[in-house]
């Protein structure tokens, strides 16, 4: 998945055959990685949780 932002795109590729299965998020400007993490499927989801817990109480907006 990628994702056009003010700093660039952001690329987001799973990886489900790897010894701990994840997510790599990573930042690109032009042909340059600027950012680069690789999350468990674990970490990705509190990730996944906390952003939307914050979208809630900051937002009030209904996540369901």
Same mark, same amino acid.
């Given at each position: 998945?990628?994702?056009?932002? +003010?700093?660039?795109?952001?690329?987001?590729?799973?990886?489900?055959?790897?010894?701990? +299965?994840?997510?790599?998020?990573?930042?690109?400007?032009?042909?340059?990685?600027?950012?680069?993490?690789?999350?468990?499927?674990?970490?990705?989801?509190?990730?996944?949780?906390?952003?939307?817990?914050?979208?809630?109480?900051?937002?009030?907006?209904?996540?369901?």
């Amino acid at each position: 998945m990628r994702i056009e932002s +003010p700093h660039g795109r952001i690329a987001v590729t799973e990886y489900r055959n790897l010894p701990e +299965p994840g997510v790599t998020i990573r930042t690109v400007r032009g042909a340059h990685t600027t950012r680069k993490v690789h999350l468990t499927r674990d970490e990705a989801f509190a990730v996944i949780d906390a952003v939307a817990d914050m979208l809630e109480t900051t937002e009030g907006l209904d996540t369901q």
